[in-house]
Structure formats: C-alpha cells, structure tokens
C-alpha cells in the first residue's frame, strides 16, 4: 500500500522502498507545515483540515505525518475522521565509516502507527 509523506522532508531511499510517495504539490504541503508567526487554534484546524483533504482527494489510506507538535495532535484527529491512518517514520543513529570517515546518518527503520 502507497503511503503519502504529508512531512517537509523528500522521502528516503528505505521509505520510498516502503511505498512512501510524494504529493501532487510538494510546495503547497510545507506551507501548511511551515509557521512563521504564533498560530492561533483556527489556524492549525484550517492547516490540518487542508493536509486531511491533500491525502483525500490524491485517495491514500495511510499518510506520513511529522512536523510541529501543535499540529500534529489535531492532525492524526483529522486524518482518523476521515479513514486515513496517520504515521511517524521511525529512524535509528548509525555509524557509517567510508574512507576511513566515520560519520553518524539516520536509518529509517519503519513506522509508527498512532
């Protein structure tokens, strides 16, 4: 099953792998991700009612979710309402050494459902 990232973030290579696939209007979606003044509680319903119809009307039943935490709680509300299971990547540290470069990147490991 497709997941729709509904995140800021293009999708990792492991995600992608997993079905992660990204929105008709990338650009429009970290717009309503993006809060550049203190939001007041009808703006982050209005955000979240918007991200909810974006997973809708592209018709995914599972969507990658993340983002400010304020928004997020309504979100997942939303996104239930409607069928549409909301999910966080979960990622784990890991130590790559290459040229004799150690350097920590983030693996994604899977999904948490909530």
């Known amino acids: ?3 729709l990232n509904l995140t800021q973030h293009l ?3 492991e ?3 997993e079905g992660v696939v990204e929105p008709k209007n990338k650009d429009f ?3 309503l991700l993006t809060f550049d003044e203190l939001p007041v509680k009808e703006e982050i319903q209005r955000r979240a009612t918007e991200l909810t119809k974006i997973a809708m009307n592209e018709g995914y039943k ?4 993340g983002g ?3 928004l997020m709680g309504l979100l997942e509300l939303t ?3 409607q069928g549409i299971q909301p999910l966080y990547a979960f990622s784990k540290r890991v130590s790559i050494e290459k040229d004799g470069v150690k350097t920590s990147v983030f693996k994604h490991i899977g999904f948490v459902e909530v």
């Open 79 to 81: 996104l239930k309402s």
């Open 29 to 31: 979606v970290k717009e």
């Open 15 to 17: 995600q992608i792998e």
């Open 62 to 65: 599972k969507v990658m979710i």
């Open 11 to 13: 999708a990792s290579q």
């Open 68 to 70: 400010a935490p304020y």
């Open 1 to 3: 099953m497709k997941i």
